[in-house]
C-alpha cells in the first residue's frame, strides 16, 4: 500500500461554542491536513501518546484507533463536544499541526527535553554537574485530567494535561450557562501548550526565572504560534475577512484567543487574551488598544508582558499586511484606495485572504526560526527581535515583503529596545560575528575537526533516538576538550578565546572584582571552583530560504556555565542564586570552523549579575518580586511551573 503524504482529521478551527454561533458556524468545521504516520490506538505515533484516563471519574476512555479503514475514509469522527473519543483525535491533530509547523520552520526534527531519571537524592550534588537523563520519545497528552479550568505542559513528566470545567452560570458569549467546558477542544489551548513544550525541548534554561521577560516570553510566544496557525484555514480568513471589510484591525476573531474558556469563567467578558482590542464595558463596544511606548515597561504580570509581545508581532502582521495589500485595494477602488460603503467583492476578499494566510505563514516561521538565534539562557524581548531579525536576514538577504522594517517599527511602537543597541536598524540588530584572531581560528579549527565526522553523520539521521544519542556522544567529546586548556594557548589567550562565547576558565574567585561579597557554594558549603562548560545542546539544521530557494545548511551550539552564589544578606535566611553565562553558536555544517554568530550572555558579566540578584531579591524598581505563585523552588532556582501561572480563579 502506498502510504499517503497526509491524514486528514475534522475539527474545529475556533473552539466549539463557535459552531452554535449562527455567524462563525459554517467556518468552525475544519480538516486538519496533518503528515501521515502509521498510528495505534490513542491515537499514539513517532511524537505523542494521547492518554485518556478521567482521575476524577476513575474512568479510562476507550482509545481512538485511527488507522481503522471506517474512520481514515471518513476524515476520523465529526466534531463532538460529547464523544471523548473525538477529543482524542483533535487533541492529536492539533498538537502535530503544531509540531510540523515547527519543524517545517527549523528544518530539522523536534525532540523533547530528555527526562531526569537518578531519583532526586541521588542527583549529582555539584551544581556544575548535570543531572543524567532519558530520552523520551513521546509527549503524553491528557484531553482529560482534571476537573479545572486549567490546561498545562508539565516538565518533569513531559505531558499535556487539559481539564474541564463547568461553565459560570450566568449567560456569555455563546456557552451554556453551567454546561461542561473541555479546554482540549480549544485549538489555541491545545496549540499554546503544545508549543510550551516545544520550548522546552529547544530552551529548557527559559524555565528559570532570571528576569522579568523569561516567563512573559513563553506565555507570549505559546500564544503568538496560536494565534498565527489559525491563519492555516481558508475558508475562516474569508469570512473574517468580508465581515470586517477587509481590515484586521477590528473585531475579528483574530484579535482574540481562546474565547469560549475566556467566556466560560465568572465575570469575565470575551477572550482569554485580548490582543489587539478589548470589550469596553461603559461604552458597550469592542475598542482597539492603541500601541504605546510604555506598554513594555508599565506591563510587569507575566501574562499582561506576554500579551505585549503578542500585540507586537500582530501589529507587525497588520502593517505587512496593510503595505503587501494597498495596491490590490487601490486597483479595486479604481485608484482611490478607499472602499465604497457595503460588502466587498468576493474576488477582492479572496486575494486579500490569500495575501493574510501566506504574511501569517511566513511570520510564524520567522518567529519560529528566531528561537535557534536566542542566547540559551535569559532571554529578552530585545534579544528575540535581535534573533528575529538575524534569522530573517539569514534566510532572505532581501527584505522583499516589508518583514523586518515591520518588526522593528511594532517592536519600538511598544517601547520593547535591546540592551546596547544604540539605533533600531536592521545592521545594528543583527548578532555579531565573532572578530577572531590567527590563534583563535586556528583554536576553533582544531575543535572543529575534533566533531567533524560525529556532526556529519548526525546531520544524516532521521531517527530521533539515534539523533539523542549521537549528540550526545558528540557533545561529550566536546565538553572535554573545552574543559581542558589547549597547549597551544597560554592561559591568557584561552581565556581571551572563551570571552569571545561569553565562558571562562577562571576560578570563582576570580570571576568579579575584589568588591564582589556573595558567596559561592557548591554542595550547599562555600567553594572555589572552576564552573564546567556545558555543551547544552547541538544540533544541524536544513532550512530553505522564503524565496532565492537558498538551502542554509548550519550547526548550533550552545555553551553554557553555572555558578552558585548566596545572596541573603544580614540575618537573612540562607538563599541561593544561580547565575549562568553562555552563548549559542551558529556554525557551517559544511566547514564547522566557520563562525557565523555567537549570541552570548557572559558569564562574568558583573552588571548582569546584579540585575538577576537585584530581581530575585524584589529590589528593582517598579517590578515586583518573582511570584511564588507561577513559580515552584526547585530547591536548585526559581523554575516556572505552567500549572500555577495558567490558574483561573
Ligand atoms: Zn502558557
Known amino acids: ?102 519543524e517545517k520552520a527549523l528544518g530539522r526534527k523536534i525532540t523533547w527535553h530528555p527526562r531526569a531519571f537518578t531519583p532526586r537524592e541521588r542527583r549529582p550534588k555539584h551544581d556544575d554537574q548535570q543531572t543524567r537523563r532519558a530520552y523520551v520519545q513521546r509527549l503524553r497528552i491528557y484531553p482529560h485530567a482534571m476537573r479545572e479550568a486549567n490546561a498545562y505542559y508539565n516538565s518533569d513528566k513531559l505531558a499535556l494535561l487539559f481539564g474541564y470545567f463547568t461553565a459560570a452560570s450566568q449567560i456569555q458569549g455563546a456557552n451554556h450557562p453551567g454546561g461542561t467546558v473541555f479546554t482540549c477542544l480549544s485549538p489555541d489551548i491545545v496549540a499554546h501548550e503544545t508549543t510550551h513544550a516545544i520550548l522546552d525541548s529547544i530552551h529548557h534554561r527559559y524555565m528559570e526565572d532570571t528576569n522579568l521577560d523569561v516567563a512573559a516570553f513563553h506565555e507570549g510566544f505559546a500564544d503568538i504560534v496560536a494565534l498565527l496557525q489559525r491563519f492555516t484555514f481558508s475558508e475562516m480568513v474569508e469570512h473574517q475577512l468580508a465581515k470586517s471589510r477587509g481590515r484586521f484591525d477590528g473585531a475579528t476573531v483574530f484579535g482574540q484567543l481562546a474565547t469560549q474558556f475566556g467566556e466560560a469563567l465568572q465575570g469575565s467578558r470575551g477572550a482569554l487574551r485580548n490582543m489587539i482590542g478589548k470589550w469596553d464595558e461603559k461604552k458597550g463596544q469592542w475598542t482597539r488598544i492603541k500601541a504605546d511606548p510604555s506598554d513594555y515597561r508599565d506591563n510587569t504580570e507575566a501574562h499582561d508582558r506576554g500579551a505585549v509581545l503578542v500585540a507586537t508581532i500582530f501589529d507587525a502582521f497588520q502593517r505587512i499586511y496593510e503595505h503587501r495589500t494597498s495596491d490590490l485595494v487601490r486597483i479595486a477602488t479604481g485608484g482611490t484606495g478607499v472602499l465604497p460603503e457595503g460588502s466587498i467583492s468576493t474576488d477582492l476578499v479572496r486575494r486579500l485572504a490569500k495575501e493574510a494566510q501566506s504574511i501569517a505563514e511566513h511570520l510564524l516561521a520567522v518567529c519560529i526560526r528566531a528561537l535557534d538565534y536566542c542566547p540559551p539562557i535569559d532571554i529578552t524581548f530585545g534579544d528575540y527581535l535581535r534573533a528575529m531579525i538575524t534569522a530573517d536576514v539569514d534566510i532572505a538577504p532581501r527584505d522583499e515583503g516589508g518583514y523586518r522594517i515591520a518588526l522593528i517599527e511594532a517592536f519600538r511602537a511598544r517601547g520593547i529596545l535591546p540592551d546596547r543597541v544604540n539605533t533600531l536598524s536592521v545592521e545594528s540588530l543583527v548578532w555579531n560575528t565573532p572578530e577572531l584572531n590567527r590563534k583563535q581560528q586556528s583554536g576553533i579549527n582544531t575543535i572543529a575537526k575534533l566533531i567533524q565526522e560525529g556532526v556529519r553523520e548526525l546531520a544524516q ?31 591568557r589567550e584561552w581565556e581571551a578565546l572563551l570571552k569571545k562565547f561569553g565562558l571562562t576558565a577562571e576560578k570563582t574567585s576570580k570571576l568579579f572584582d575584589k568588591k564582589f561579597k556573595d558567596k559561592f557554594i557548591r554542595d550547599g558549603e562555600p567553594a572555589v571552583y572552576t564552573p ?41 535566611p540562607e538563599r541561593r542564586m544561580v547565575f549562568r553565562g553562555g552563548c549559542t553558536i551558529i556554525v557551517d555544517l559544511g566547514a564547522l570552523n566557520k563562525v557565523f554568530y555567537v549570541i552570548s550572555k557572559n558569564i562574568k558579566n558583573r552588571r548582569r549579575y546584579d540585575e538577576q540578584r537585584k530581581y530575585l531579591r524584589g529590589e528593582k524598581d517598579d517590578v515586583p518580586p518573582p511570584s511564588t505563585s507561577i513559580y515552584s523552588d526547585d530547591d536548585r532556582n526559581w523554575r516556572l511551573d505552567f500549572n500555577l501561572l495558567h490558574q483561573h480563579d
Not at 27 to 41: Q, R
Not at 465 to 489: A, V
Request: aromatic fraction near 10%; glycine fraction near 6%; include cysteine.
Open 532 to 572: 564546567f562548560i556545558e555543551v547544552h545542546s547541538l544540533r544541524p539544521v536544513y532550512r530553505t530560504s522564503r524565496r532565492e530557494g537558498k538551502l542554509i545548511e548550519q550547526v548550533l551550539v550552545t555553551l553554557t556555565q553555572r555558578i552558585s552564589t548566596l545572596i541573603n544578606e544580614g540575618n537573612e
Open 461 to 491: 539521521t532521521e531517527d530521533r533516538h539515534k539523533l539523542f544519542k549521537m549528540s550526545k556522544e558528540i557533545r561529550t567529546k566536546l565538553e572535554k576538550r573545552l574543559n581542558r586548556r589547549s597547549k597551544d594557548f597560554t592561559r
Open 1 to 102: 500500500m502506498v502510504r499517503p503524504a497526509f491524514r486528514s482529521l475534522r475539527g474545529y478551527s475556533l473552539d466549539p461554542g463557535f459552531s452554535t454561533r449562527l455567524d462563525t458556524a459554517s467556518i468552525n468545521e475544519v480538516t486538519y491536513n496533518i503528515p501521515f504516520e502509521s498510528l495505534k490506538p490513542g491515537p499514539t505515533g513517532e511524537y505523542i501518546e494521547v492518554v485518556d484516563y478521567d482521575p476524577a471519574s476513575g474512568c479510562w476512555y476507550d482509545p481512538i484507533d485511527l488507522s481503522h479503514e471506517e474512520l481514515a475514509v471518513q476524515d476520523g469522527h465529526a466534531p463532538s463536544e460529547g464523544n471523548p473519543q473525538f477529543h482524542q483525535q483533535f487533541v492529536y491533530a492539533v498538537a502535530m499541526k503544531t509540531i510540523d509547523h515547527f
